[in-house]
């Protein structure tokens, strides 16, 4: 079964706005630049204080309103890199050093990319290439697994727990197809040496299996344990976890021997700072908007403008910076089937919505339109909307006679009805869908709402079953 994806408000990028409480230093408020995005002023940091160890930091995170969907990298979910982040290591990380906060280049906003020039190891220490489709990772000594009781002992992490962690994803029933199609083999050369021979060259080989989503390199005891058992969890990382209450939170307790270091002001620091991280799941936006206000929440990562703008108003002791979201919103159309396997229904529904109006008025202009799938920061690559064909350039324009013209040629005079669907947890969704609602009304299109728990939502997705319209977020291409 073959899906197709017509883009009703595809390239409508929104600025998502990062609050954050007890940080100083973050960027503030900036105004709107070229193609309508928010230019962060250079960052100016706080006097140099000395670290402070102990505490607890909750966080209400990005997708705050769901919980772990899974704690094994093997179901490659999405969200598995939000959730066994703290615990699991990866082969590659961002070289923080390079960041806008430490006086580099880069503010380490995108999603699923990392510039070449600003990866280095975390379980490996140094690689290169043996010849030109052989990699040759030479990992780090003294990185620990701390003791598991009823797992294992505590014990250093070697090149067959990442071959292990290789095997148990390639041979995964979830696996994305074709994710892994370049790799001929993965082994261990020695305790500290792992060998990726490619069959081909794939340029994002650092990502796929380097610093991506689903990149957790377990411990190989976990190979008679069930890893969707958020009581089996054990990993490298900086915290390890130790709570989950389903719908509520997850809690993280800091790994007493963690190996990695953080250097401010000249001087290495043992990490994690914190003896407790807490992830919170909170559902209902009037109840994690009075914990941020409370100080209940130490960190808010995700919030529409409106909210923003009150908060800015009402508890101006918050600091927060703002950047364009590496998130675009589009209706999925299944082009197998009738009215859209046919082109001309497809671009009609695109001409009866006005783009425009909604960045101006329902964002207040914070948003940007055609950023999605590729971004303006992607130079190189972004082509601007005034110099795409105009073809392109039509599909963002907003012609609601000729939307009415084109499903006349299409067989549809008197227009049609659909269903879509949407993820009842998504509320900017399920504000953004009421207008998308009105607009195709205009050209005689009845668009009905259909709001599904989420995990039916996701399923309906991944088999393929999913109804005529699939309203949906999906992150940059990398």
């Known amino acids: 079964m073959k899906t197709g994806i017509v883009t009703i408000l595809a390239m409508l990028s929104l600025y998502a706005l990062f609050l954050l409480l007890s940080f100083a230093g973050m960027p503030g408020d900036s105004d709107a630049g070229e193609h309508g995005l928010l230019t962060i002023p250079p960052y100016e940091p706080s006097p140099p204080e000395d670290p402070?160890?102990?505490?607890?930091?909750?966080?209400?995170?990005?997708?705050?309103?769901?919980?772990?969907?899974?704690?094994?990298?093997?179901?490659w979910n999405w969200k598995q890199n939000q959730d066994t982040g703290m615990y699991f290591e990866q082969l590659f990380v961002a070289d923080l050093d390079?960041?806008?906060?430490?006086?580099?280049?880069?503010?380490?906003?995108m999603q699923a990319y990392l510039p070449a020039d600003a990866i280095r190891g975390e379980i490996v220490e140094t690689w290169e290439w043996e010849d030109p489709l052989t990699i040759v990772m030479h990992l780090r000594h003294g990185i620990m697994f701390p003791a598991k009781p009823g797992i294992m002992k505590r014990r250093a992490l070697t090149a067959d727990d990442v071959v292990f962690s290789y095997?148990?994803?390639?041979?995964?029933?979830?696996?994305?197809?074709?994710?892994?199609?370049?790799?001929?083999?993965?082994?261990?050369?020695?305790?500290?040496?792992?060998?990726?021979?490619?069959?081909?060259?794939?340029?994002?080989?650092?990502?796929r299996f380097g610093y991506g989503y689903y990149s957790g390199i377990l411990p190989r005891e976990l190979e008679n344990f069930d890893v969707k058992d958020w009581r089996n969890a054990v990993g490298s990382g900086p915290f390890q976890l130790v709570e989950y209450l389903e719908g509520f939170s997850q809690t993280y307790a800091k790994t007493?021997?963690?190996?990695?270091?953080?250097?401010?002001?000249?001087?290495?620091?043992k990490i994690p700072f914190l003896d407790t991280l807490i992830m919170r799941t909170i559902k209902d936006k009037a109840t994690w908007l009075t914990a941020l206000r409370t100080g209940q929440i130490d960190i808010l990562e995700n919030i529409d403008w409106i909210s923003a703008h009150h908060l800015k108003e009402t508890t101006p002791e918050l600091k927060w910076t703002r950047w364009?979201?590496?998130?675009?919103?589009?209706?999925?159309?299944r082009c197998d089937q009738e009215p859209f396997n046919d082109p001309r229904v497809r671009r009609a529904l695109n001409l009866a919505v006005n783009q425009e109006e909604i960045v101006e008025l329902y964002y207040?202009?914070?948003?940007?339109?055609?950023?999605?799938?590729?971004?303006?920061?992607?130079?190189?690559?972004?082509?601007?909307?005034?110099?795409?064909?105009?073809?392109?350039?039509?599909?963002?324009?907003?012609?609601?006679?000729?939307?009415?013209?084109?499903l006349a040629e299409a067989g549809y005079p008197d227009g049609f009805s659909f269903r879509t669907q949407v993820s009842a947890s998504d509320v900017v969704n399920m504000d953004l869908l009421p207008l998308i609602v009105d607009y195709l009304a205009r050209i005689g299109v009845t668009m009905e709402i259909q709001p599904m728990e989420y995990a039916a939502y996701?399923?309906?997705?991944?088999?393929?079953?999913?109804?005529?319209?699939y309203f949906a977020s999906s992150g940059h291409v990398n």
Do not use: C
């Not at 402070?52 to 179901?75: E, F, I, K």
């Not at 994803?169 to 199609?181: G, M, N, R, V």
């Not at 007493?256 to 620091?269: A, C, I, K, S, V």
């Open 458 to 469: 996701l399923s309906a997705m991944t088999t393929r079953s999913h109804g005529p319209g």
């Open 167 to 207: 095997q148990r994803l390639a041979e995964s029933p979830k696996l994305i197809p074709t994710y892994f199609d370049h790799i001929d083999s993965v082994t261990a050369r020695d305790d500290h040496t792992v060998v990726f021979r490619f069959s081909e060259f794939n340029a994002e080989w650092d990502y």
């Open 324 to 333: 364009l979201s590496t998130v675009g919103r589009f209706i999925a159309l």
């Open 52 to 75: 402070q160890y102990g505490g607890t930091l909750n966080v209400w995170n990005v997708n705050g309103m769901l919980s772990p969907l899974s704690w094994d990298t093997a179901d």
């Open 364 to 406: 207040a202009g914070n948003a940007a339109l055609f950023a999605y799938p590729q971004k303006p920061a992607f130079v190189g690559y972004y082509t601007p909307l005034e110099e795409m064909p105009p073809s392109v350039q039509e599909l963002f324009s907003y012609n609601p006679e000729k939307a009415k013209e084109l």
């Open 98 to 109: 390079k960041s806008i906060r430490k006086g580099g280049p880069y503010p380490f906003t």
């Open 256 to 269: 007493p021997d963690y190996w990695d270091r953080e250097t401010l002001n000249g001087t290495q620091h």
